[in-house]
């Protein structure tokens, strides 16, 4: 049983963290250039991915209780579970500026380009990636 739970959360991770992590981090060039149907996908694609990558959490903790052992307690765990929704609240701030640069794309308003969220989408996704790397290695390493 372990072993099946290991593989769903190393599966989860592989296709969902990948996808979500390149998709926040084309997202200001897209905005940059003003592709609004570009954006749209990106921002769709995001929110999907970000649902979907709730399963390596949940795996990852049904693995940990099947474990037993006390494995959920362990110091790295508890920072990676952490960790881990930190990145998903990080994700509900990206999707909710992704569709505030769709709407700001879209509108008749030439004042207003998008520039603030495109930094901020920026600045995130540049920070949500550390936050899979430091996971990554949490999850590796102390083991």
Same mark, same amino acid.
């Given at each position: 049983m372990s072993s099946l739970l290991l593989?769903?959360?190393? @599966?989860? !991770? @592989?296709? =969902?963290?990948g996808p979500v992590t390149a998709a926040t981090m084309s997202a200001p060039r897209a905005i940059r250039t003003k592709n609004v149907? #570009?954006? %749209?996908? &990106? %921002?769709?694609? =995001?929110?999907?991915? !970000?649902?979907?990558?709730?399963g390596v959490? /949940?795996?990852?903790?049904v693995l940990g209780v099947v474990m037993g052992g006390g494995v959920?307690?362990?110091?790295y765990m508890t920072a990676s579970m952490t960790l881990f929704i930190v990145a998903a609240v990080l994700l509900v701030i990206i999707d909710r500026d992704l569709r =505030? $640069? /769709?709407q700001a794309l879209t509108s008749e308003s030439a004042?207003?380009? !998008?520039?603030v969220q495109n930094g901020r989408i !920026? $600045? &995130? #996704?540049g920070l949500l990636s550390v936050i899979w790397l430091v996971i990554l290695f949490l999850m /590796? @390493?102390?083991s």
């Amino acid at each position: 049983m372990s072993s099946l739970l290991l593989w769903l959360h190393i @599966v989860f !991770a @592989v296709f =969902t963290i990948g996808p979500v992590t390149a998709a926040t981090m084309s997202a200001p060039r897209a905005i940059r250039t003003k592709n609004v149907p #570009s954006l %749209q996908f &990106i %921002q769709r694609t =995001t929110r999907i991915y !970000a649902f979907g990558s709730l399963g390596v959490f /949940v795996f990852g903790l049904v693995l940990g209780v099947v474990m037993g052992g006390g494995v959920l307690g362990r110091w790295y765990m508890t920072a990676s579970m952490t960790l881990f929704i930190v990145a998903a609240v990080l994700l509900v701030i990206i999707d909710r500026d992704l569709r =505030t $640069a /769709v709407q700001a794309l879209t509108s008749e308003s030439a004042d207003d380009d !998008a520039k603030v969220q495109n930094g901020r989408i !920026a $600045a &995130i #996704s540049g920070l949500l990636s550390v936050i899979w790397l430091v996971i990554l290695f949490l999850m /590796v @390493v102390p083991s």
